[in-house]
């Protein structure tokens, strides 16, 4: 597939795909030159404790400075969907989906914080900053 100036486009397989399940990737488009920044936020990530078993509830903030491509939002919430019966800390949850996002986008860097609600009074906030693939 081509854009309209003749370069290559990634195939993108969930968008506009009846997907009714989470997914383990994050598919990406070619970014529009004037677009400098992209930030995706959500309070509605569940995950579970690594310890417990435990439900946990984070709300993520997705930063990043796109280079050749951005992130799609609906591979993104079936992405973050696939943590919600999975067992893991905040500070991991925060680096896995920074990591895919490098992976997936390629961008000249991202930050993502996730900010885990409170649990026996006790609010936790981890940040992963990534600079873009070498």
């Given at each position: 597939?081509?854009d309209?100036s003749?370069?290559?486009?990634?195939?993108?397989?969930?968008?506009?795909?009846e997907?009714?399940?989470?997914?383990?990737?994050?598919?990406?488009?070619?970014?529009?030159?004037?677009?400098?920044?992209?930030?995706?936020?959500?309070?509605?990530?569940?995950?579970?404790?690594?310890?417990?078993?435990?439900?946990?509830?984070?709300?993520?903030?997705?930063?990043?400075?796109?280079?050749?491509?951005?992130?799609?939002?609906?591979?993104?919430?079936?992405?973050?969907?696939?943590?919600?019966?999975?067992?893991?800390?905040?500070?991991?949850?925060?680096?896995?989906?920074?990591?895919?996002?490098?992976?997936?986008?390629?961008?000249?860097?991202?930050?993502?914080?996730?900010?885990?609600h409170?649990?026996?009074?006790?609010?936790?906030?981890?940040?992963?900053?990534?600079?873009?693939?070498?």
């Amino acid at each position: 597939m081509s854009d309209a100036s003749g370069a290559q486009v990634p195939e993108l397989t969930v968008l506009g795909s009846e997907i009714r399940s989470p997914i383990e990737h994050v598919e990406s488009f070619p970014a529009p030159p004037e677009c400098t920044r992209v930030r995706f936020s959500t309070d509605e990530v569940s995950s579970l404790c690594p310890v417990t078993g435990q439900p946990d509830i984070s709300s993520v903030v997705i930063d990043y400075e796109p280079h050749e491509h951005c992130v799609e939002s609906k591979s993104l919430k079936l992405y973050l969907w696939s943590f919600r019966d999975r067992a893991i800390f905040a500070e991991a949850l925060a680096g896995e989906i920074a990591t895919e996002i490098r992976r997936s986008a390629r961008p000249r860097s991202v930050r993502v914080v996730v900010t885990q609600h409170a649990r026996g009074g006790i609010v936790t906030e981890a940040t992963a900053e990534l600079p873009g693939p070498a």
